[in-house]
């Protein structure tokens, strides 16, 4: 079982840098071989942010890349997203999500709300 809780997001202004975070727990957590983002957001499908994985290697949607990026700390139990030069469109809830095997877990998410 793994359990995912992101935190992070909030209110900001375009331009602005956020960084979320996602701590991951459970008797899985050993087992993770790939922790990702997704957003979701009204009138849009939940896309790809980006992932990373084990050996930390990282993987961005193309739209994404140069916008964001992925980290995981030493003890790889905690995934960030910084995201740089929010732009309006950055509005969305903000998902963790972790992949094992044969299971994969969500987080509830983190509303990220870019606003002047």
């Known amino acids: 079982q793994v359990q995912l809780v992101e935190s992070g997001g909030g209110l900001a202004q375009p331009g602005e840098s956020l960084r979320l975070s996602c701590a991951a727990a459970g008797s899985g957590v050993a087992t993770i071989r790939t922790l990702a983002w997704y957003r979701e957001s009204p009138g849009k499908e939940r896309e790809l942010v980006a992932e990373?994985?084990?050996?930390?290697?990282?993987d961005y949607a193309d739209s994404m890349r140069g916008h964001v990026t992925i980290s995981r700390d030493g003890t790889k139990d905690t995934v960030y997203l910084d995201i740089d030069n929010l732009k309006p469109d950055d509005t969305a809830v903000y998902l963790c999500n972790a992949r094992q095997a044969f299971r994969t877990s969500w987080g509830r998410g983190t509303q990220v709300t870019i606003s002047s």
């Open positions: 990373i994985n084990r050996a930390g290697t990282t």
